[in-house]
Every structure is written in C-alpha cells, then in structure tokens.
T-cell receptor
Framework: GEDVEQSLFLSVREGDSSVINCTYT??????LYWYKQEPGAGLQLLTY?????DMKQDQRLTVLLNKKDKHLSLRIADTQTGDSAIYFC???????????FGKGTKLSVKP | DVKVTQSSRYLVKRTGEKVFLECVQD?????MFWYRQDPGLGLRLIYF???????EKGDIPEGYSVSREKKERFSLILESASTNQTSMYLC??????????????FGEGSRLTVL
C-alpha cells in the first residue's frame, strides 16, 4: 500500500541550511506536499510540487523531486529559530483528494 | 481568509462517555477529513467525506463514527470513549477538484484526554 517515510528528528544551527528528506512508495502520486506544524497549531501548507517537475524554488525553500527513486526533499536556506516546527511530507494519490502523510520530522534550530 | 474551525481545543472526558468533536469550514469545500495525530505515528486518517451525507472509512475507523448533515460541518463521534483514544484530532477540508494544488486546510486541532 501507500507509505511515506521521513526521519523523525533534525537539528541544525541558526543560519545553516536544513534538508528534510522523504520517500514515498506510490508511483502514481500526482502532487507532493510539505506541510509545517508549529507547536499547538494545525498544519499549514508550505509548498507543493507536481509530479512531472523535479525542482521548485520559493524564497528560502527548495523542493527537489527524484521520481525515479521516489525521493522528495525540502531545503530551507538560512534556517531561523522561527523555522522550528514539525514538517510533514505528503503525497496525493488519485483524484479523490485524500493525502497520505509521513510521520513528520521535528526540526530544532539552535541559536 | 480561509478557515477551518474546531469547536473545542481541549477536552477531558471519562471512559465510556460519548464525545462529539465538531468541525466547520467556511470555504464551501466538498471534502472534509478527520485525522488523529500521535507522537511517532504522524497523522492517521479516521474518516472522510466527499459530500453531504456521504462518508468513507479511513485507515483507523474503529471506535469512531462521523456525521455530515450540512456541507460546512463534519462531526466526529466517539460512541464510548476509551483511554487509547486520547490524542490530538485534526479536521481538514479541501476542494473536490483533482486540479492543483489539492491542498488540505487544517483546523487548529482538538486535544482529547480520556481518563
């Protein structure tokens, strides 16, 4: 069945780049997403990429998609303490609108 | 501004009680979802709905039911709460269309503790 895997923790220093990795299993994924969850809050969409793209850049965020390896990554340049949160990778399979989420990567940014 | 509102941020209930978690969205979205979030397990889909009075089981529907009498409202019901249902519950909504980006909009979450 569908599965999305990501590491649970990442710790970086302020100003460094953060790279959060994700692998997925369903090759029919149409869209892949990165969501951010700050403490005590719901999830908010950070960015998404269509499955026929291999890169998308949005200010400090760069998403790379390797469709052959079913690998998605999120790079945050110049990471700030405000970037500390849980980041979820998700894939959309089919047309029904349901997303399959990874377990989330908790990013800790040290000053 | 788009909004998904969950009626209760924090609830404490006793084992065996009936629990209602309410979710309202103001975006005229067709799709609505209930997830539970547990540390180390991520988000797991309980139930979802594509239209009024329609519901589909997600990955972990046991012990839960849902109600969608109006398009904007999706309720999660725990008929007889148990301690293993202590969790954060997240409601989400999205447009039915398969077009981009198909994102889900989430509420703030309802943290339920069952004693």
């Amino acid at each position: 069945g569908e599965d999305v895997e990501q590491s649970l923790f990442l710790s970086v220093r302020e100003g460094d780049s953060s790279v959060i990795n994700c692998t997925y299993t369903d090759s029919s994924s149409t869209y892949l997403y990165w969501y951010k969850q700050e403490p005590g809050a719901g999830l908010q969409l950070l960015t998404y990429i269509f499955s026929n793209m291999d890169m998308k850049q949005d200010q400090r965020l760069t998403v790379l998609l390797n469709k052959k390896d079913k690998h998605l990554s999120l790079r945050i340049a110049d990471t700030q303490t405000g970037d500390s949160a849980i980041y979820f990778c998700a894939e959309r399979v089919g047309s029904q609108g349901n997303l399959i989420f990874g377990k989330g990567t908790k990013l800790s940014v040290k000053p | 501004d788009v909004k998904v509102t969950q009626s209760s941020r924090y609830l404490v209930k006793r084992t065996g009680e009936k629990v209602f978690l309410e979710c309202v969205q103001d975006m005229d979205h067709e799709n609505m979802f209930w997830y539970r979030q547990d540390p180390g397990l991520g988000l797991r889909l309980i139930y979802f709905s594509y239209d009024v009075k329609m519901k589909e089981k997600g990955d972990i529907p046991e012990g839960y039911s849902v109600s969608r009498e109006k398009k904007e409202r999706f309720s999660l019901i725990l008929e007889s709460a148990s301690t293993n249902q202590t969790s954060m519950y997240l409601c989400a909504s999205s447009l039915f269309s398969a077009g981009p980006p198909g994102e889900l909009f989430f509420g703030e979450g309802s943290r339920l503790t069952v004693l």
